[in-house]
């Protein structure tokens, strides 16, 4: 199997295998959590996206193998996770969180250190695609904390991709309810809807091969800009939201 290869199932793959209960990662050691009690000096961040799964913690975390991350499953009620209208560094199109009413998606807290968060910041393109904020009066109940009322959050900067008039949902999150202008697809259906609507002739692992690259990428991210939907979050607090390395 080639580098390109490679790469490409690794976009595809987005948002990865994640526990449908709560984990503790240690190094590359996964293990159940079956009772926990938060430490005062851990962050809870939501994981709405990719930071949920295991594998890709790891690759955030690689310079820094022996870390201990706390991963809590949780549901957050009049939320959705659904695709972002921009294109990752390594092909993907990630996702981002959207208010819907009588939406309710599965989710994951991250309970990070300060050193942890610093990095988890370097991994998630702040100021240019994310940003930093604090969510409050949610409804987020967690297995192992119980309800909370707010929570840190990375918060797509671009708005949420739309196609054909609806928002684009993961179907690799479950969701209970529904919502007539929410569809789910999977990360090849995205790739393959948001190619087609740019009038990409390429096959999809064509079209990814080429987004990898930065120049490609930039052009796709831009023409998207025509398919992205902004939205209201009346209770966000933004904490931080400029560009870490330019």
């Known amino acids: 199997m080639t580098e390109i290869d490679t790469d ?7 948002p990865y295998e994640r526990p449908t209960h709560s984990f503790l990662l240690e190094g590359e ?4 959590l079956h009772a926990w009690e938060p430490e005062e000096h851990l962050i809870p961040v939501l994981a709405c996206g990719s930071n949920a799964a295991p594998e890709q913690l790891i690759r955030k975390f690689k310079d820094h193998p022996n870390q201990r991350i706390p991963v809590t499953a949780g549901k957050l009620k009049n939320f959705v996770s659904v ?3 921009h294109v990752a560094g390594y092909g993907s199109i990630p996702a981002t969180l959207m208010p819907l009413e009588g939406v309710t998606t599965t989710c994951h807290i991250t309970w990070l250190t300060e050193d942890q ?3 988890m910041h370097l991994t998630e393109a702040i100021g240019s695609s994310y940003r930093y904020s604090e969510l409050r009066d949610i409804d987020l109940q967690c297995e192992m904390t119980g309800p909370h009322e707010k929570i840190h959050a990375y918060i797509g900067r671009r708005g949420v991709l739309r196609l054909n008039g609806s928002y684009i949902g993961l179907s690799a999150i479950p969701i209970e309810g529904q919502h007539e202008e929410l569809t789910l697809m999977s990360q090849t259906e995205v790739q393959e809807a948001t190619a087609h609507t740019l009038n990409h002739k390429n096959n999809i692992n064509r079209f990814i091969e080429i987004n990898i690259n930065t120049n490609n ?6 023409a998207l800009k025509d398919h992205a939907s902004p939205y209201p979050l009346f209770n966000e607090i933004i904490i931080y939201d400029e560009k870490l390395n330019d």
């Open 217 to 222: 990428r930039h052009h796709v991210i831009e």
């Open 117 to 119: 968060l610093v990095q």
């Open 8 to 14: 490409i199932q690794r976009a595809l793959a987005y």
């Open 29 to 32: 050691t996964i293990s159940r």
């Open 83 to 85: 695709y972002s209208p």
